[in-house]
Each structure stands twice: as structure tokens, then as C-alpha cells.
């Protein structure tokens, strides 16, 4: 069965520096995501990403977060100047058709990033 | 966005069958109800969709009435493994997700 995988499992980071969060998606996938979830917390979405542009955003994904799709088959996330609060789980997620629209999104494992 | 209000949480006991109702009273003609089951430190996984009716696959049954402002997933005989957090979601490009549903299944 295709999956989405995530690069590293588990990425710890000093205050301030900046990290990519990395991501292969289901190779015919066409719309790609970003999530996030705080320990013990709900997951929240982040952003989500077609035709090479972000199609929506949440308060969240402030001038701090970029995403972008170097070549055909990764899809980053990088935090710059990264926040104690950035502290989460990010999950990376992809799905053939529009969401909501009989279609599912596949999940990534996740990278756990911690902000020390 | 349609808003989901689904229980906090949940007890049931291995073999049982288990009924989380979700509700979504302003859900958009065109929205579809999806759940997903998430355990600790794993992403969210897809169990089932729907738009109305009834829909079943291997894994669980989602319960849809004809005004589709609610849903039921229905869980035949649970065991210890499905001990989760159980979204219902409702939207169109994004997915927003709720606190989710904690079940625990005891033995």
C-alpha cells in the first residue's frame, strides 16, 4: 500500500535556528497538506498546497512558515527562526482529489520536532 | 465549515460493538463525513467516508440520516487495539479537526 513518509522521525532544534521538515507524498497525489499537533492537543492544519501554490492557510502559518515542492516528489516545510511554541508533532499529509469531495488524506508518521 | 460536536470521550469493552455519534448540523450540500482514527504519536488514519445513508467497509459502518446533520461510526467488536482518537470530520479543501472522540476499550 503507497504511504506518505517524513524526514527525520524526530528533529530537536536550538531557539532560533531554522529547520525544513521533509515529505514524500503518494506519487499521484496532487494536493499536499501540512498539520501540526501540540502534545496532548488537537491536530490543527497548517497549510495546504496544489499546482505548485498554497491554496489556503491557517492564522497559524504566519511569515515564520514556508512550504514548497523543490522537484517532483518532495514537499518541505521550513520554520525559520524556530519558537520554544513550535514544539510539536508536524504531520505532512496528501490526497489524490480535493478534500471533503469522496476523497481521503493519507498521513505521514510525523516528525516531532523540539525547540530547546 | 461545517462545526463537528462528537463525546470526549468514550468506555466500552472488548467485543462490544461501539457508536460514536458525531454532530454537524450546518453541513454544506456538498461536504462529505469522514472519520479517521489517530493512536499516540501516530498520524491521523482514514476509516471511512460518506455522503449519505449507510456506508460499510471492513473496518467500521457509518450511519448517515437523511438530513445528514449527524453521523454514527459504528465499531463491531472492538478489541483492545482500537483504543484511539476518533475524528469526525465535515469540510471541503482543508480539514479541520476536532477534539475527537477518546475511546478506550477495555478487557
Known amino acids: 500500500e503507497p504511504e506518505v513518509t517524513q524526514t527525520p522521525s524526530h528533529q530537536v532544534t536550538q531557539m532560533g535556528q531554522e529547520v525544513i521538515l521533509r515529505c514524500v507524498p503518494i506519487?499521484?497525489?496532487?494536493?499536499f497538506y501540512w498539520y501540526r499537533q501540540i502534545l496532548g492537543q488537537k491536530v490543527e492544519f497548517l497549510v495546504s498546497?496544489?499546482?505548485?501554490?498554497?491554496?489556503?492557510k491557517s492564522e497559524i502559518f504566519d511569515d515564520q512558515f514556508s512550504v514548497e515542492r523543490p522537484d517532483g516528489s518532495n514537499f518541505t516545510l521550513k520554520i525559520r527562526s524556530t519558537k520554544l511554541e513550535d514544539s510539536a508533532m508536524y504531520f505532512c499529509a496528501s490526497s489524490e482529489a480535493l478534500v471533503g469531495r469522496e476523497d481521503e488524506q493519507y498521513f505521514g508518521p510525523g516528525t516531532r520536532l523540539t525547540v530547546t | 465549515l461545517a462545526k463537528t460536536t462528537q463525546p470526549i470521550s468514550m468506555d466500552s469493552y472488548e467485543g462490544q460493538e461501539v457508536n460514536i455519534t458525531c454532530s454537524h448540523n450546518n453541513i454544506a450540500t456538498n461536504d462529505y463525513i469522514t472519520w479517521y482514527q489517530q493512536f499516540p504519536s501516530q498520524g491521523p488514519r482514514f476509516i471511512i467516508q460518506g455522503y449519505k445513508t449507510k456506508v460499510t467497509n471492513e473496518v467500521a459502518s457509518l450511519f448517515i440520516p437523511a438530513d445528514r446533520k449527524s453521523s454514527t461510526l459504528s465499531l463491531p467488536r472492538v478489541s483492545l487495539s482500537d483504543t484511539a482518537v476518533y475524528y469526525c470530520?465535515?469540510?471541503?479543501?482543508?480539514?479541520?479537526f476536532g477534539k475527537g472522540t477518546r475511546l478506550h476499550i477495555l478487557p
Open positions: 498546497f496544489y499546482n505548485n501554490e498554497i491554496s489556503e
Open positions: 470530520l465535515v469540510g471541503d479543501d482543508k480539514i479541520i
Open positions: 506519487s499521484n497525489h496532487l494536493y
